[in-house]
Structures are given as structure tokens and as C-alpha cells.
């Protein structure tokens, strides 16, 4: 034997790069590497999708917390589904998630305690509208696809 190198905590990136290295599952959570994908960046507060789907956030502390809501939430389908998650953030204080709703044309805000557990929802309707270009610009993102965040120029 030469030397040992130790690495505290299962959910790290040392941790996941350690499984991708031996292509083991070494905190069986059942996926090998960092279960972890980047659906959003932007601000201060990171939308991830886990493997098995659910949806996380990632805070500037670098630890992930589930997004719950009482009957269950998955970021699975992505793009082609009804619901898309577009973008998680802290806005004055109140954490928040936008949603997309790609069939009816409308977005859709959660806000969400300290935990991430869902509260309350307010819906808004049409795309071409103040109130979804002043979200886009709280989210930055360009939640009408119209390729501006914000108002139109
Ligand atoms: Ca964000
Ligand atoms: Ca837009």
C-alpha cells in the first residue's frame, strides 16, 4: 500500500467523481456519477433535474434541496410535455419556481417556503403580456420563447 485518500459525505462532487472514475455506485443512490443535471443557472438559486427525475435546487451554499409539492413533482419530459419547469429563484425573499405550460400557452409561479415545499400558485394568462415579460426579467429567462427576456424592444 502507498497512501489513502479519504472523502467526507456521499453527495459531493469528489464523491460522484470518484463513482464515474470506478464506474461503481458508491453511495447507492443508485445512479454512478453526479445524479445531478443543470436545467437553469441563472441568479441565485440553480434548477437541477436528479436521475430518477425529481427536481432540486442549489442555493450559492452548494447543497441541494428537493422541490415538493403534497401530491408529488417530477421535471421529467422536459420540453415536450405539458408542464416545464423553466427556472427556480429566491425573489425578494419568497423562493419561487416558474413553470411553463407548453400546450395552453401560459406561465405559472409557485412560491414555496424555506424548504421548498409548495404554498401557493399564481397563474398568468397569454404570453404578450407585462406581467410574464416582469417574470422573465425576476427569472432571466425567456419564458414566452420570444428570444428576449423582458419586454419586447
Ligand atoms: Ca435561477
Ligand atoms: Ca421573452
Redesign the pocket.
Known sequence: MQSTSGFDGFNTPAAWALETSFQVDGNKDGIIGNPYSTL????????LRRGDGLAFVETGAGTQQEISAPWGISTTGSDSSEWQML???TITGVNQVLWRNNTASFLNVWNLDANWNLQSTSGFDGFNRPAVWALETS??VDGNKDGIIGAPV
Open positions: 437553469e443557472a441563472q441568479g441565485n438559486t440553480k434548477l427556472a427556480a429563484e427569472f432571466q
